[in-house]
Nanobody, 123 residues
């Protein structure tokens, strides 16, 4: 199995950028679809972006399309989420997850979850 470990969260002003990292502990990410989700207080966990295990295709939520970029560094066994033009509504705990099903949109498609990293966007 694989254990995702997130890092890179923090406090940033609106319009700024952050890069989140998700490192794999255990097995490599190459066999998994890796996704980023976020959860704001009082809201459900929502899909942000994913990189599929076959083909490495990237998918994004409409709310982040054009601003966020997901990428893989297989040599470092790490998946990144580059977040640009951050908005107040991007404030949430961001989770990295890995799944073997190939599907990416729903939390239930993922088997392994990280502990989350807080992203706070201030005005």
């Amino acid at each position: 199995q694989v254990q995702p470990v997130e890092s890179g969260g923090g406090l940033v002003q609106a319009g700024g950028s952050l890069r989140l990292s998700c490192a794999a502990s255990g097995r490599t990410f190459s066999s998994y679809t890796v996704g980023w989700f976020r959860q704001a207080p009082g809201k459900e966990r929502e899909f942000v972006a994913a990189s599929t295990r076959i083909g490495g295709y990237a998918y994004y939520a409409d709310s982040v399309k054009g601003r966020f970029t997901i990428s893989r560094d297989n040599a470092k066994n790490t998946v990144y989420l580059q977040m640009n033009s951050l908005k107040l509504e991007d404030t949430a705990v961001y989770y990295c997850a890995a799944g073997g099903s190939g599907r990416y949109l729903l939390p239930r498609e993922y088997d392994y979850w990280g502990q989350g990293t807080q992203v706070t966007v201030s005005s």
